[in-house]
């Protein structure tokens, strides 16, 4: 089970920012996915989650309408449209997947995660 994220990258403060979690090895659609972020010295922190079968996202209330969680059911890609992007959105961003059954917003839900991705933002 392989979750590849891509996407990040240095961006001014107002900017936009598409990540992409790419997920191998099985079939996902059991799962939650979701978007984690943590900056240096904080702790990981929920961004956005969603289930495969689109039965809704749920976001962080500091991300709620500027970011977007959605999938390509075809490619096994979720993406998090990140737009207004703010030096406080600087991180490194994971993406997991979940029990579905568990909490989406706990890391402790999340049993597959893959390498993070930076995102930099200069005011």
């Known amino acids: 089970v392989q979750l590849q994220a891509s996407g990040g990258g240095l961006v001014q403060a107002g900017d936009s920012l598409r990540l992409s979690c790419a997920a191998s090895?099985?079939?996902?659609?059991?799962?939650?996915m979701g978007w984690f972020r943590q900056a240096p010295g904080e702790e990981r922190e929920f961004v956005a989650a969603?289930?495969?079968?689109?039965?809704?996202?749920f976001y962080a209330d500091s991300v709620k309408g500027r970011f977007t969680i959605s999938s390509d059911n075809a490619k096994n890609t979720v993406y998090l449209q990140m737009n207004s992007l703010n030096p406080e959105d600087a991180a490194v961003y994971y993406c997991a997947a979940a029990d579905p059954t568990k909490a989406v917003a706990r890391t402790s839900s999340y049993v597959y995660w893959g390498q993070g991705t930076q995102v930099t933002v200069s005011s």
């Open positions: 090895g099985r079939t996902f659609s059991y799962y939650t």
């Open positions: 969603m289930t495969w079968s689109g039965g809704g996202a």
